[in-house]
């Protein structure tokens, strides 16, 4: 691929997300959900692992922006023919999931191409395409179907869809793929126009409840947009990301899967949304954390699925390249085994958040934490994998231990507030075992500062945090 990452722009539906470059091409998209297979996974590869680009003959990069207060993008391409513009998103609360691309001009007359080719299974699998009586596209492979309708004649070619216009000014053409299941009926048609109308509204309403104010209010929208896009409508969960295997170094291997739901981003998530008066998604979220967590304590994991999937079994996709020859392609992620003590610590601090918010506190959620704090009695002073997720061998690692030191003071906070049961004694005794360990074997007086193990000399930027927790009170 030659677009870099910083030039695309995400769309989505609250069920999965889709990735539209400054090309106007649409490189990744996971369907039905966000840990879903890719159809599109030309940005892992090349435009023979699909890709749905429409854009004028004579490509030009486009001028982007999101319609107020939405999630709808709208690509502008200026060429000598005139000007046009290709409105991108995905329909929120559809029986179907639906990608919609409407073309409009804006004056002349521009020669358009536009250009399909579904792969379903990380870019690896051919679907049978077959025409339907009413000139739409059908798209099986195994479970998957993908529906295509268009206003504008198309023709298949080399494996891959075609089809050449001229919009001129006043004029718009409108493309519509469907995901549906390949062994139920098609898929309705939806009208482009009033999909339109209704998300731009959706998004409208959703971003008309934020209590926001000051300079930055326009930039915090936006990024809770893009979390609330991030979160699977059906359960409350928020995935890291829409993408796999973005690598932290060109070149580099360390390519991870972030289409999973973190425990540790509660705490961020959870006052984001909440600071912005958005405590039914808070509340969704905390609902969320309570079924995939329930079980025994000793088998809480880092990370669960969208759905509170346990197993999250990592494997590599050879037939992709990786992002700018980035090797290897990961899909599921192996830390999800790893034992990491500073989740239990953000789990605390959410759930003391979350009730001083006005989130109801219910028996379930009480009884999940005293189990949850009895159990980091009993390992907290074990090596772990840490927020870092290193894949060698545990280490004490001082966040880990300053953030097990969270998850008592939360506790006896909550118990304190709001009738969290347990052995408060205890907990009050381990809080304060802790943080005489880490003040006195996690500080460096030489260099002035907490190191990331004890005795160590390294620096940890998760340490940054200690005052934000209050453990330097």
């Known amino acids: 691929?030659?677009?870099?990452?910083?030039?695309?722009?995400?769309?989505?539906?609250?069920?999965?997300?889709?990735?539209?470059?400054?090309?106007?091409?649409?490189?990744?998209l996971?369907?039905?959900?966000?840990?879903?297979?890719?159809?599109?996974?030309a940005l892992m590869g090349t435009e023979d692992n699909g890709y749905w680009s429409i854009a004028p003959e004579n490509p030009v990069p486009g001028r982007r922006r999101y319609l107020d207060h939405t999630l709808v993008l709208e690509t502008l391409f200026e060429t000598p023919d005139g000007l046009v513009a290709v409105v991108d998103f995905m329909p929120v609360r559809q029986r179907n999931s639906h990608l919609v691309r409407i073309v409009?001009?804006?004056?002349?007359?521009?020669?358009?191409?536009?250009?399909?080719?579904?792969?379903?299974?990380?870019?690896?699998?051919?679907?049978?395409?077959?025409?339907?009586?009413?000139?739409?596209?059908?798209?099986?492979?195994?479970?998957?179907?993908?529906?295509?309708?268009?206003?504008?004649?198309?023709?298949g070619e080399n494996l891959q869809t075609f089809s050449e216009f001229t919009i001129k000014k006043g004029e718009t053409a409108t493309f519509v793929l469907t995901y549906g299941l390949s062994y139920e009926d098609l898929p309705e048609t939806i009208d482009a126009d009033k999909a339109l109308r209704e998300t731009v509204s959706y998004w409208q309403d959703w971003t008309a409840r934020a209590n926001l104010v000051g300079e930055y209010a326009d930039a915090v929208e936006r990024s809770l947009i893009t979390l609330k896009a991030l979160t699977y409508q059906h359960t409350g969960g928020i995935v890291g990301a829409p993408t796999t295997s973005l690598?932290?170094?060109?070149?580099?291997?360390?390519?991870?899967?972030?289409?999973?739901?973190?425990?540790?981003d509660a705490t961020s998530s959870l006052l984001a949304l909440m600071n912005a008066g958005y405590f039914e998604e808070a509340c969704a979220w905390r609902d969320w954390l309570l079924r995939a967590a329930a079980g025994s304590p000793d088998q809480v994991q880092i990370m669960y699925g969208i759905r509170g999937e346990r197993q999250l079994i990592e494997w590599e996709v050879n037939w992709l390249r990786?992002?700018?020859?980035?090797?290897?392609?990961?899909?599921?992620?192996?830390?999800?085994?790893?034992?990491?003590?500073?989740?239990?610590?953000e789990v605390a601090d959410a759930l003391l958040h979350g009730y001083l918010g006005g989130i109801p506190v219910s028996a379930t959620a009480l009884g999940l934490q005293e189990a949850l704090t009895d159990h980091l009695v009993t390992i907290w002073e074990q090596a772990d994998h840490g927020i870092w997720e290193v894949r060698g061998e545990p280490q004490n690692f001082t966040y880990s231990k300053v953030m097990a030191w969270v998850a008592f003071d939360r506790a006896l906070k909550i118990a304190k507030k709001f009738g969290l049961r347990g052995d408060l004694t205890r907990w009050r005794e381990t809080r304060d075992q802790i943080h005489r360990y880490i003040c006195d074997n996690c500080f460096d007086r030489e260099l002035g500062s907490f190191t990331q193990n004890p005795g160590s000399k390294e620096l940890d930027a998760s340490l940054l945090l200690m005052p934000l927790v209050d453990f330097c009170r």
């Open 30 to 41: 996971c369907w039905p959900h966000f840990a879903s297979p890719a159809c599109f996974a």
């Open 247 to 264: 690598p932290e170094r060109l070149g580099g291997e360390r390519n991870w899967d972030y289409r999973y739901c973190w425990l540790r």
């Open 104 to 155: 409009r001009g804006l004056s002349g007359s521009v020669p358009m191409k536009m250009r399909l080719a579904l792969r379903f299974e990380y870019g690896r699998t051919v679907p049978w395409v077959t025409r339907t009586e009413n000139g739409a596209l059908r798209a099986i492979a195994g479970p998957d179907m993908v529906v295509f309708r268009s206003t504008e004649e198309h023709r």
């Open 322 to 345: 990786g992002y700018e020859d980035s090797r290897p392609v990961r899909i599921g992620n192996a830390a999800f085994s790893q034992l990491q003590l500073d989740v239990y610590g």
């Open 1 to 28: 691929m030659s677009v870099r990452i910083e030039q695309y722009a995400m769309i989505g539906d609250c069920e999965t997300a889709a990735l539209v470059s400054h090309q106007g091409s649409i490189d990744w």
